[in-house]
């Protein structure tokens, strides 16, 4: 029963849709499974053996620390994502860690060398494989972009589009987020001070673009973003 619902966890992954039910089953032996719960720590690049994972509920984030101890929020991992050695290189990584944002998730893991060795023995996959981090290495790069060339108003309103288009549900003009972030980590994505971000969010609650709690986000009119 374990091993099948591994397979159906890969199964269902659209990067894994060229594979046969063999060679899935196969992936399967050499995969790890577990599950964790909300603010658990899940990875760090620099003690893990290489990994690749799958995450197949849920939501994390990635977060990336220099080296004075600043923490910043690399990426939002929701369910479907890859993180992890995508880049199949392990030579200078950052240090960063992935972190729970929701009240449970559950991943899928593979060894780097095992990884690599399936690669190797199905073009198709490596192909898919290649395309599927392009397009997200593309989306981190556009990220990063719009850092740099806009300014903290900007960049929230933004993000909060962004994550009203993923995971908002539409009534009419007006879109609800189910809220797993802090203050503190919405800062930390758009690149500000957790003040600065308050301030902003305050400003929008006062013109009555968004009603903000722990738990929900309410945009009233997307369009006024």
């Known amino acids: 029963m374990y091993e099948e619902l591994k397979y159906w966890y890969l199964r269902d ?22 599950k964790a719960s909300k603010g658990e720590i899940i990875y760090f690049s620099s003690s893990e053996v290489p990994r690749i994972f799958l995450l197949k509920k849920g939501t994390i984030k990635i977060v990336a ?3 004075e101890g600043n923490e910043t929020i690399k990426d939002i991992i929701q369910k479907g994502d890859l993180f992890g050695e995508l880049t199949l290189e392990t030579d200078d990584k950052d ?3 992935a972190k729970v944002l929701s009240d449970d998730v559950a991943i899928c893991s593979f060894l780097l060398s095992d990884f690599e060795d399936l690669l190797l023995r199905n073009p198709n996959l490596a192909l898919s494989y290649t395309k599927f981090v392009g397009l997200k290495m593309k989306r981190i790069k556009n990220s990063y972009a719009n850092l740099i060339s806009k300014d903290a ?7 909060l589009k962004d994550w009203a288009e993923k995971e908002g549900v539409v009534d009419g ?8 972030l802090t203050q503190s980590d919405i800062a930390q ?8 971000a308050t301030q902003l969010l305050n400003e929008m609650e006062t013109n009555h673009l968004l009603s903000y709690t722990r738990k929900e986000i309410i945009i009233q009119d997307i369009t006024q973003l």
Do not use: P
């Open 13 to 34: 992954h659209k990067l894994f849709r060229t594979l046969s039910f063999g060679q899935i089953k196969q992936l399967c032996i050499i995969t790890g499974f577990k």
């Open 65 to 67: 620390v220099d080296e």
């Open 95 to 97: 240090n960063e860690y």
């Open 153 to 159: 108003k900007t960049r929230l309103y933004q993000f």
């Open 173 to 180: 003009k007006s879109v609800a987020i189910e809220n797993y």
């Open 189 to 196: 994505i758009i690149c500000t001070s957790r003040q600065t």
